[in-house]
């Protein structure tokens, strides 16, 4: 989620609504004793104000992160073995700082390095699921994953379903863990038998482009897929209840913790608050006042549950105008 502040200032620049979300890979284990598993990738959707409890969040996350490192090496030592030798440095370098390199990070060192002709060879040959320089990372099981979004206030979507092996089997199981929908729009037109998947498990229909910058004629262009403004509508009559109760969640957070700490516990994790941020003003010389500005693209439902929360939490409540946009701003 380090990309979200970025694509924030972004957003707002262009006055787009920016949903703030993260792609988990996890496995899937059809029994719990087989020890074979499927890799899903299992989407969370937040509030404009991201997670709450995102310290638990976090620390999932870097254990993910950590694992990509270590599949990372893997991966290159199995191109070593296959007479295809790449340096960790060479990978590093294409993910960027602070990025956890994935497969398309090595993909791209392998086209570097003139082992293949392009990046989809590269994963066609060598870095397919189950391919000869493939390997798994430090994923968590599906259904933790989704009771983690959703302790966590956001909504748990199963990406590309089609790619699975067993999709219905699948499904259901991560239905029974609090799954809330499935993606089942496309541009290319194979999705035939989601939507009835979807309606089957009263699941929510969305879509998504699955981008990665792989290039090739297999791979969709960003806004390329069509979401129907009636799936938007179910996608977020569901949603508003789940980040209603996130932010206040947030703001009981921010209520209960000390200044010193407050400060401390909001700024560490940035890149996952949304569209939010902390500012301490002073009073005087010694004295302070910790201020939590909430996103700009509040709904007016949300304002109203900020301002009843703030009455309830005995904080200050205020809105800020700036450039046509509102700011709701509690403080203690």
Known sequence: MAGIPAALEVANKYGIRLI???????????????????????????????????????????????????????????LKALKM???????????????????????????????????????????????????????????????????TGGVAILAHPWGLKNPVSVVRKLKAAGLQ??????????AAGFHELADAYQLLKLGGSDFHGRGGPDETDLGKVNIPDSAMHEFLKVAQPIWHDAIKNILLSFAEETKAIG????????????????????LGDKEEIVALHLSSWLTKEERVTVEEE????????????????ETSVVSR
Not at 54 to 59: D, I, K, M, P
Not at 181 to 190: A, C, L, Q, T
Not at 263 to 280: A, E, I, P, T, V
């Open 20 to 78: 703030p979300g993260v792609e988990i890979s996890a496995m899937f284990t059809p029994m719990v004793d087989s020890g074979k598993g499927e890799p899903v990738h299992i989407l969370a959707y937040y509030s404009s104000c991201g997670p709450t409890n995102f310290a638990e969040l976090e620390e999932r996350l870097a254990s993910i992160r950590e694992g990509r490192y270590l599949r990372a090496q893997t991966m290159l030592q199995k």
């Open 85 to 151: 030798p790449l340096k960790s440095e060479h990978v590093a370098r294409i993910a960027g700082d602070g990025v956890a390199p994935g497969r398309l990070h090595v993909a791209r060192a392998m086209v570097e390095a003139r082992y293949v002709d392009n990046i989809k060879q590269a994963f066609n040959k060598y870095l397919y699921d189950g391919g000869p320089a493939y390997a798994t990372g430090a994923e968590i099981h599906s259904e933790e994953a989704i009771q983690l979004i959703c302790r």
């Open 181 to 190: 929908g499935i993606e089942v729009y496309r541009s290319d037109g194979k």
């Open 263 to 282: 400060f401390d516990s909001f700024g560490k994790y940035k890149c996952l608050k949304g569209d939010m941020h902390l500012r301490n003003n002073a």
């Open 310 to 325: 703030a009455i309830k939490l005995k904080l200050s409540y205020t809105v800020i105008c700036d450039k046509g946009k």
